[in-house]
């Protein structure tokens, strides 16, 4: 069982960055594939980025722009958002998967909360 609590989100002007956190409960943090998600209202939950073992992943709308990264000792997964649009407006949520993860919502089991993410124009 992992327990996963977001934080991190906020306000921000349109080009301006923010840094989402995602604390994990759990001895075997590192055995779990962890992924960012993001829901529009409206719109279907959708993948942002993913890290596991073979590395890591990016949605096309956010290449270049975000990095998802994890420390283990801590048992935390971040998201470093860079040239935010308003378009990144969404609750982004933390997600975790036994094994490879990868970039559909059903293949994860764990969800955190959600933070809400507003990129003012």
């Known amino acids: 069982q992992v327990q996963l609590v977001e934080s991190g989100g906020g306000l921000v002007q349109a080009g301006g960055s923010l840094r989402l956190s995602c604390a994990a409960s759990g001895r075997t943090f590192s055995s779990y594939a962890m992924a960012w998600f993001r829901h529009h209202p409206g719109k279907e939950r959708e993948f942002v980025a993913a890290i596991s073992w073979s590395g890591t992943d990016y949605a096309d709308s956010v290449k270049g722009r975000c990095t998802i990264s994890r420390d283990n000792a801590k048992n935390a997964v971040y998201l470093q958002m860079n040239s935010l649009e308003p378009e990144d407006t969404a609750v982004y949520y933390c997600?975790?998967?036994?094994?490879?993860?990868?970039?559909?919502?059903?293949?994860?089991?764990?969800w955190g909360q959600g933070t809400q993410v507003t990129v003012s124009s």
């Open positions: 997600a975790a998967a036994l094994g490879y993860g990868g970039r559909y919502y059903v293949q994860y089991n764990y």
